[in-house]
Structure formats: C-alpha cells, structure tokens
C-alpha cells in the first residue's frame, strides 16, 4: 500500500516534468546537471585534501608528483566550477520564470474563463489556495530546486561516496591487535551499517512531525492572512467603507480586531516555532552522535594501518556527505505533501471546465435581426428558486425596449442571459435563429455594449477606459463625453482625457463623483459601437435633468440600433417604443407606453406612483 503511494508519487512527477519544462524550457535537465555537479565539486573538494596529504606524507608510493596533482586538481576544479556557475545562472533563471509563468497562467486563465466558471465558488477557491501555496508552501520552484534537487544529490552521492566505502570495507589491516581483529571483522561492516541507517529511521517520524508543523503554520497563517487582508485592504484602505467607517464609528472595534488578530498570530506561530526547533535540535544531536561513531570507525583502520591518514579525511568527509545529502533528501521529501498539493491544484485550475473552450465557433452575424427567448428558465446555481420563468421574447432590430419591474423581479438576469454571461438552464436563446451557445463567447459578447448597475472603471486614464478594447478615434470620444454630459468636466482637467481614473496607480488621477462616472460608463459603452446597447440601470446616480438629457441623447446617436433599457425610472420608458414588464422572474406585460396604461396593471401602477412625486 504505502509503496504504492511511493510509486504513484514518483509517477505524479513524471507530470510535473512536463509541466515545469513547458513553464520553463529543459528547466528539469538545467536542475539534474547542476545537482550533479554540485555534488561533484563537493567530493571533489574532499578527494584533494586527503589525497594530497597521502602524496605528501608517503612521496615514495606517490602515483604523481604532489605538483602535478595540484596542478591537474585545480583545472579540473576550475572546470567544475565554471560550469556549476554556468548552470547556476541558468537555474536562477528557470526558477524566476517557473513563478512568473505559473503566476501569469493564472491570470490569464481567470481572465479568459467564462463569467459563470469565474463567479463559481469551487473555482475560485481553487485559485485561492494554488496562489496561498505559491507563497507560503512554493510549488514548481520547490519541486524543482528543492525535492528534485534532494533526490539527485543524494543519488550521486550514493555512487561517488557507495564506491569508495565497500573498499574501506574491503581494505584489511596486517596486525594482529584486537583492534585490528575488530576493524577485519563483518562486525565493522555491521556497525557501519547500522551508522547509516539510524538516521534513516530517526528521519520519518522526525521528518513527519516537521511536515505537520510545517502544513499546520500554512493553514493557520493562511486564515490569518485571509482576516488582516480583510482588514487592511478594505477596511482601512476602500474609501467607501472609510465612510461608512466614520459614520458608524467602529473603529476600536476595528483597531482591536487587528491587534487581536496580529497577537493570535504570534501566539500561533511561536508553539509552532518552538517545537520546529525541538525537532531541529534532537536530529542534530543524533547527527553528530552518528558522525562521531563513524569518526571512530575510520579512525580505527587508520590506527591499524588498514588505511592511510589522507584517506581518513577522504571517508569521513565522504561519509559526513552521505549523511548531510540524506537528511536534505528527507527534509525535502517530507515537505512535497504541500508543494504537490499545490501543483495538483494549479493542474486542476487549469483544467478546470470552462464552456468558453468548448467549440462554439459558428460565424457571428454582422447585423442582428431577431433575438428570441424560447421557453427560457434560469435558476443560479444553488438557488431554491427560479430567476426567470418559462420567459417567451422576441426582440426586433432596431427596437428600443424598456425593461421594467420591481427588485429582484429578473431585469439583470435577463440582460446577463441575453449577453452569455449565464446560460439558460432550460430554453434556448435564438440570434437570426440560431442558438446562441452555437457562437464563440468572446466574438458573441462583442455584439453588445453594456453599462451594468454594478459597472467598473479601471485606474487607468479617460481615454484607455473609453476606448477599451477598441481603435483610437479623437471624434469618436469628443462624441461620447458629449452624449454622456461629461465633456466640460473633462476640459477642466489639467490633462484632459489623459487623466488617469483615481489615484490608485496615480498621483495625478482624479476622483470623480458616482454620476460623473456613471457618464463615464455611458460614454465607453457607445464608443463600442456594437450593434445592442443595453443600459442596465446606469443613470441611478443622475439628477432627472441630466438622465432625461442622456436617454434622449443616446437614443438619437444609437440611430438604428437594437436597445435595452433597463431602469426603476420611467424616463427610459418615455424613448421606448416597447416597455416589457417583469413579475417575480415572469413577463407579465408587454406593449407600449399607452397601451400598458390602459391596462392598468404593474407597470401602470409604477408609472403613476413616481408621476406622483415628480409633479410635486
Ligand atoms: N448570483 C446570484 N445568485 C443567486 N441568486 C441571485 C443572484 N443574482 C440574483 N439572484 C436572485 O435572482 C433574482 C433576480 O435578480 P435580478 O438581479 O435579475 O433582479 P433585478 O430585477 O435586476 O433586481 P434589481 O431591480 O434590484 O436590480 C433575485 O431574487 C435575486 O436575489
């Protein structure tokens, strides 16, 4: 069973070589060669000085002047070390590029994802926990300069020291001394034997422990992190919530969360700390306590003539090798538990099912005449009830309809349908006819400029926001921050439509107020220039004057476009040439203006009600 899960490891490796070699190209062959020859220049080191001591103190038995094995020595070590720097180089390299491809992958696989795989709780989750893991328990890097380093010292150790120690084993000594009798015996190879394997037993309970630790403080940190992030970044940083901070006034609150949370965290991570260094200190006494019976063992061929003094220094330096390279080799294997966890769950992320990828490449049409909802329900996932029900619509080219109801009555649910952000969970959505899902999503989304309840502006400057994903076009954006009423603001500012959006990636930026980036919204959703434009309430931080200016304005510029406005306001409604009126995920009314006042039904009843208030 548990060689099983050795060999299912070992097998899980053979992946994360591909993987880490796509990250980084031959980055696993830069990490064996230089594992390699690190090893090599350390046996290297210890095979001079011994050697050299037997030349030195034995010049009659010498196989070359003591000169010239310097002189050989130090080319060769040159070499060594010329291109362990080589290869060093080109690791420090690999590695950068193994976080910085991994990281990038990340973001662009969130940013490329569906909107419905994007707001899915296990998927984010997952990204949670792989970007947690690169920073507290590392993944690719570790694996590669940490574990995979570990098994190949220690496998090149194996060979360069094992070699050397059966001839200790097999070298006898000529006196007659109980010593000697001893150091002749099988019970030398049995104790030296035994030398070894303490350590390897002593280092899986020792080694477990350490990991348990290790895994324990990653957890507890990381719900630390989760709670002062919470606190730093939007508590005290989002000036939103600093308003909200002010009015409330819970701020010792706050300030005491904070201290406790950072106390905690000390508290936590000290009992972690001191019984790390337990361990840490019991495996380096049972280390020194091996080491010293082995100094004891050479010692005694030595004293016996079995070997010469140089050797001496050559086996316990490569014994000292043996043991040093084990206890990495254990140290690392006992802390791949958290490093392939995180990798399983980047291969995971990455793989994560994603409808976007999945083969709906048919033409998108150049002009839209029809969009029909046929028998469409929508129910979000984990929801109890249904946000649209049984939803017959067909929307015309060139319509202007309004979109009417209540709260939570299905408005949005109905626009993020229409546009792919979600798709129906019975009933299908028709363009010209053909089913929607048919389309590829990114060519598909580009049918439609939309301004959300809940749009955002990015940092960056006016004119990048406005443009967006869209050519340069000076009149084109004069246009938009005319239609949308911002234009006057934007001349004021001493860079104009270069000014960046608030001040956080600027000093110069500038803070506008909700309508003016409201207008703002507005603006980059006509400089789209797609064939829908749909307003999902995108005029709530107006004044009347300047939202009833807007629609108009907008209505006239959009000419022949198909239009969706969806707004608690009835100015939308005034520009409609259709008002649709939805009742708890229901369409209940359709028809215009006139003919839904006739009725005398929701729509009738919402009309009059803010009538009301306006004419006073
Ligand atoms: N992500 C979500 N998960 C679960 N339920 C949701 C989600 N978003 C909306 N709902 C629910 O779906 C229903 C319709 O919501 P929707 O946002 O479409 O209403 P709306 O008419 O746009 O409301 P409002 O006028 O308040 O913006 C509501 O009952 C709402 O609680």
């Not at 880490?20 to 594992?35: D, G, K, T």
């Not at 209540?406 to 959505?429: E, H, Y």
């Not at 246009?479 to 439509?497: C, H, R």
């Not at 304005?553 to 000419?559: A, H, T, V």
Request: charged letters at 15%; proline letters at 3%; hydrophobic letters at 45%.
């Amino acid at each position: 069973m548990a060689q099983s899960k050795t060999v299912n490891e070992f097998k899980k490796m053979r992946s994360y070589f591909t993987y880490a070699n796509q990250l980084y190209p031959h980055v696993i062959l830069i990490q064996f060669s230089l594992s390699i020859i690190n090893t090599v220049r350390i046996f290297l080191n210890i095979l001079f000085i011994g050697q050299l001591i037997n030349l030195l103190i034995n010049p009659s038995q010498a196989f070359m002047p003591p000169v010239l094995f310097t002189g050989l020595f130090l080319v060769a070590l040159l070499a060594v070390n010329i291109t362990a720097d080589y290869l060093q180089a080109k690791s420090f390299t690999g590695m950068h590029y193994l976080n910085k491809n991994a990281n990038t992958n990340l973001a662009n696989k969130m940013l490329d994802v569906d909107y419905l795989t994007f707001t899915d709780s296990k998927f984010r989750d997952i990204y949670s926990s792989v970007k947690a893991g690169f920073t507290y328990t590392g993944s690719f890097m570790t694996f590669v300069s940490g574990i995979l380093d570990g098994l190949v010292s220690f496998a090149t150790t194996l060979v360069l020291a094992g070699g050397s120690l059966i001839f200790l084993f097999s070298t006898k000594s000529q006196d007659t001394s109980g010593f000697s009798q001893f150091a002749n015996s099988i019970w030398f190879v049995v104790v030296a034997v035994i030398l070894i394997i303490i350590p390897i037993i002593a280092s899986f309970p020792l080694g477990k422990i350490q990991s348990r630790l290790f895994e324990k403080f990653y957890q507890i940190n990381v719900s630390f992190n989760r709670t002062l992030e919470y606190y730093m970044s939007i508590v005290f940083r989002d000036p939103v919530y600093g308003k909200t901070l002010r009015l409330y006034d819970p701020k010792d609150k706050m300030v005491q969360g904070v201290i406790k949370e950072v106390d905690d965290q000390f508290t936590e991570n000290s009992k972690i700390q001191t019984q790390s260094v337990a361990i840490g200190n019991l495996d380096t006494v049972l280390t020194f306590l091996v080491v010293a019976g082995f100094y004891l063992l050479i010692a005694i061929k030595g004293l016996t003539g079995a070997i010469a003094i140089g050797s001496v220094i050559i086996y316990v330096g490569y014994f000292q090798q043996i043991i040093s390279s084990l206890s990495n080799l254990f140290l690392q294997w006992n802390n791949r538990r958290a490093a392939f966890k995180t990798i399983d769950q980047y291969i995971a992320f990455m793989n994560f099912d994603n409808e976007k990828t999945s083969g709906r490449d048919l033409t998108i049409p150049q002009e839209i005449q029809t969009i029909e909802f046929e028998n469409v329900t929508y129910q979000y996932p984990g929801s109890e009830t249904y946000a649209i029900r049984d939803l017959n619509l067909t929307i015309k080219a060139g319509e202007r309809v309004a979109v009417v109801g209540r709260n939570g009555s299905g408005k949005t649910t109905l626009i993020k349908l229409l546009i792919g952000l979600a798709s129906p969970t019975t009933g299908r959505i028709l363009v010209n006819g053909k089913d929607i899902t048919d389309f590829n999503v990114d060519d598909y989304q580009n049918l439609f400029s939309v301004v959300f309840q809940d749009f955002k502006l990015s940092a960056f400057s006016i004119v990048e926001n406005i443009t967006a994903n869209s050519p340069y076009d000076k009149d084109r954006i004069k246009t938009a921050l005319e239609l949308a009423g911002i234009d006057e603001k934007v001349a004021q500012l001493p860079d104009g439509i270069q000014t960046p959006i608030t001040q956080e990636l600027s000093s110069s930026g500038v803070n506008f107020s909700g309508g003016e980036l409201q207008k703002l919204a507005i603006a980059r959703a006509w400089y789209k220039n797609a064939p829908v434009v749909i307003l999902d309430e995108p005029t709530s931080a107006l004044d009347p004057l300047s939202e009833a200016e807007m629609y108009e304005q907008f209505d006239n510029l959009i000419q022949a476009k198909t239009a969706l406005y969806v707004s608690h306001r009835m100015s939308s409604t005034q520009f409609s040439s259709r008002i649709v009126v939805f009742d708890q995920g229901r369409l209940v009314e359709d028809g215009t203006h006139k003919t839904l006042m006739a009725e005398q039904g929701i729509y009738c009843n919402l009309f009059s009600e803010q009538a009301k208030y306006y004419q006073k």
